[in-house]
Nanobody, 125 residues
Framework: QVQLVESGGGVVQTGGSLRLSCAAS????????MGWFRQAPGKEREFVAA????????HYTDSVKGRFTISRDNAKNTVYLQMNSLKPEDTAVYYC??????????????????WGQGTQVTVSS
C-alpha cells in the first residue's frame, strides 16, 4: 500500500521556522516528482514547492521563494520542506504529494497521483 506521511507541523510565532518531512512507503519514489501543497481555511489548495528526482531542479511559488527550501533523500524515500521566516499567511494544512517523473506541470494539483493526509502549520502573529 502506497503511503505518504507528513510530520513536523505545529504552532510557531511569526519569523520562526519549521521543517516538514514526508516519508513515502509502499514503493520507491526516487524517480518521482515530489511536491508540497497547502490549503488554508476557506481557500483552494495551492502549490508551494516541487523537486525532481535528482534534487537539482526545484520550483517554488513566488510567495515562499527565499524562505522555503525543498529537498529530498532518495535513499530514505523522504522529502523535506524547510520553512523559515514564517508569516501568518503561511498558516495552512500542508500536503505532501508525488507525481510521475515526466510530469511537466508541477504546479498543478491534478498532475499528482499520491497525496498524504496533511500536517497543520499555524503561524501566530
Amino acid at each position: 500500500q502506497v503511503q505518504l506521511v507528513e510530520s513536523g507541523g505545529g504552532v510557531v510565532q511569526t519569523g520562526g521556522s519549521l521543517r516538514l518531512s514526508c516519508a513515502a512507503s509502499g514503493r520507491t519514489f526516487s524517480r518521482d516528482v515530489m511536491g508540497w501543497f497547502r490549503q488554508a481555511p476557506g481557500k483552494e489548495r495551492e502549490f508551494v514547492a516541487a523537486i525532481r528526482w535528482s534534487g537539482l531542479s526545484t520550483h517554488y511559488t513566488d510567495s515562499v521563494k527565499g524562505r522555503f527550501t525543498i529537498s529530498r533523500d532518495n535513499a530514505k524515500n523522504t522529502v523535506y520542506l524547510q520553512m523559515n521566516s514564517l508569516k501568518p499567511e503561511d498558516t495552512a494544512v500542508y500536503y505532501c504529494t508525488a507525481a510521475p517523473s515526466d510530469t511537466t506541470w508541477v504546479v498543478t494539483a491534478t498532475s499528482y497521483r499520491y497525496w498524504g493526509q496533511g500536517t497543520q502549520v499555524t503561524v501566530s502573529s
